[in-house]
């Protein structure tokens, strides 16, 4: 199995395919396997894929306890840009999902060289400060509990029992204390980096194309006021909830290759005629 061992963490990827890389960045508690349904059509359209755990998550190496700050979302862009450029990639796409769109965003204001551009399916980072301590005193209670019952509330009324069973079972096992501190150590105070009242400044210095892919209209106005460039797009994709690329891979896949093919295919021409020839999906 491919490991990259950084700072005594062993941080697991799998890298697949020929051409530009696209980095696959899950959200909270998951892990790379969410990406399934995109990585053989990325593949299709020429890119490569890089698919990576966290610390703490999936087959990555779990922290101990009492070393929270290696969950910080600070910590696992170092570890994404590390595993780029242990491939010797210098700079690639990123498709990231809800807390992975946080690590994304800390990646493209960083090291704007290495974010070619940035695909965010339904961003953690509009949620305010106030209010959270609760939650997060919820977690230290019930890691495990509290996080099911999260994840309720993130379906649509039409989401398959199996995919509830699919998270209920990532969720036990995954360490209850890596789900508490993860979020604690990002979104604790109004400062953190997690909360819109920082993420609102500081998001601005990201650079390259974007497309914001939500639920509904209700960050809508939130994600506007982070300024749009001309090759920015914010897309609603109504009816799957926060799982949209899960539940509705096709219409999903679909909607990411018009925004490449509009945005990105221009910096790298060899894809051109490859997506030229290929008939419509």
């Known amino acids: 199995m491919p490991f990259?061992?950084?700072?005594?963490?062993f941080i697991f990827y799998i890298a697949e395919g020929t051409g530009p890389a696209i980095l696959l960045l899950h959200g909270w508690a998951c892990d790379s396997l969410d990406w399934q349904y995109q990585i053989?059509?990325?593949?299709?359209?020429?890119?490569?894929?890089?698919?990576?755990?966290?610390?703490?998550h999936g087959a990555s190496s779990v922290p101990p306890a009492d070393e929270p700050e290696q969950l910080r979302a600070e910590v696992t862009a170092d570890d994404a840009v590390a595993v780029l450029e242990h491939l010797g990639v210098s700079?690639?796409?990123?498709l990231s999902h809800s807390a992975g769109a946080l690590v994304a965003s800390i990646i493209a204001a960083r090291h704007p060289d290495v974010a070619q551009a940035n695909i965010m399916v339904d961003p953690e980072h509009y949620r305010e400060h106030n209010g959270r301590n609760q939650f997060i005193e919820a977690l230290k209670a019930d890691a495990q509990g509290t996080m099911i019952r999260t994840l309720a509330r993130s379906y649509s009324e039409n989401t398959p029992e199996w995919l509830k069973t699919w998270h209920r079972y990532r969720i036990l096992r995954t360490p209850p204390h890596v789900i508490y501190q993860s979020l604690r150590v990002?979104?604790?105070?109004?400062?953190?980096?997690?909360?819109?009242?920082?993420?609102?400044?500081?998001?601005?210095?990201?650079?390259g194309p974007r497309l914001v892919v939500l639920r509904d209209e209700t960050n809508l106005e939130k994600e506007r006021s982070l300024g749009l460039g001309g090759k920015d797009s914010i897309e609603i994709f109504t009816g799957s909830g926060h799982w949209m690329h899960i539940l509705e891979p096709e219409r999903f896949n679909n909607l990411l290759k018009r925004w490449l093919?509009?945005?990105?295919?221009?910096?790298?021409?060899?894809?051109?005629?490859?997506?030229?020839?290929?008939?419509p999906v």
């Open 186 to 207: 990002k979104s604790e105070h109004p400062d953190s980096v997690a909360c819109w009242d920082s993420a609102k400044v500081w998001m601005k210095e990201r650079k």
């Open 91 to 94: 700079s690639a796409i990123f």
């Open 261 to 279: 093919e509009g945005a990105v295919t221009n910096e790298w021409p060899c894809l051109k005629g490859k997506r030229r020839a290929r008939a």
């Open 40 to 56: 053989p059509f990325l593949h299709s359209l020429g890119y490569q894929t890089i698919a990576f755990d966290a610390r703490g």
């Open 4 to 9: 990259l061992e950084r700072d005594g963490a």
